[in-house]
């Protein structure tokens, strides 16, 4: 069974340009998260998707986005990027039910912006 | 909101015990999970508490006390290939689903 894949995994852009990345999950995953990993700040809770709906959003300006399709797989987009938004990017998907209670993360996008 | 607390830097030696504890606050709380974050590497699950009490896995066991708001992973026969950051996590729910929420992380370094 495959993994969740991230696209790409390293990212150099510039201030006030706009990227975007990618995350598979997990065959028959239709829960993706998003979180964002800073030295010092842990992993910070970005967004959920299901079933192609956000359902849940952390505490992070706009300029953070995201999408699901209807294959799960979920894109997040952050525009005007600023020196701050250097961090490592990590998708995790989960199966469904109540008792979901293990995530399953992907390697990570690395974002480096100068 | 949620917030977790856990100490940001533990050493221990090989073949030893550690214990590294978590206290969080959250509403919507459903259970207590660990991950395990080698540098370079993406978090793993190791254990997850929905329930008070003692969970056990390997070397590794989880205790959650939800009256206390508290819990730990405890790694036994420590090995150097623990050395590694360990978070803390609340699944909690919020509007529409439970998502899981982490705390900052604990670095432990496993010295021979």
């Known amino acids: 069974k495959a993994g969740v894949t991230q696209t790409p995994r390293y990212l150099i852009k510039t201030r006030g340009q706009q990227v975007t990345l990618s995350c598979s999950p997990i065959?028959?995953?239709?829960?993706v998260s998003w979180y964002q990993q800073t030295p010092g700040q842990g992993l910070q809770f970005l967004f959920e998707y299901f079933s192609e709906t956000q359902r849940n959003k952390g505490n992070f300006p706009g300029r953070f986005s995201g999408r699901q399709f209807s294959n799960s797989r979920s894109e997040m987009n952050v525009s005007t990027l600023e020196l701050g938004d250097s961090a490592l990017y990590l998708c995790?998907?989960?199966?469904?039910?109540?008792?979901?209670?293990?995530?399953?993360f992907g390697q990570g996008t690395r974002l480096t912006v100068v | 909101g949620q917030s977790l607390e856990q100490p940001s830097e533990v050493t221990a030696v090989e073949g030893a015990i550690v214990q590294i504890n978590c206290t969080y606050q959250t509403s919507g709380f459903y259970g207590l999970s660990w991950y395990q974050q080698h540098d370079g590497g993406a978090p793993t699950f190791l254990s997850y508490n929905g329930l008070d009490g003692l969970e056990e896995t390997g070397r590794f066991s989880s205790f959650l006390s939800r009256s206390d708001s508290y819990g730990y992973l405890l790694l036994q026969e420590l090995q150097m290939k623990d050395s590694a950051s360990y978070f803390c996590?609340?699944?909690?729910?919020?509007?529409?689903?439970?998502?899981?929420?982490f705390g900052t992380g604990t670095r432990l370094t496993v010295i021979p």
């Open positions: 995790a998907s989960s199966g469904t039910g109540s008792m979901n209670t293990e995530a399953f």
């Open positions: 065959s028959g995953h239709r829960s």
């Open positions: 996590a609340v699944r909690a729910y919020q509007t529409g689903a439970n998502n899981l929420f």
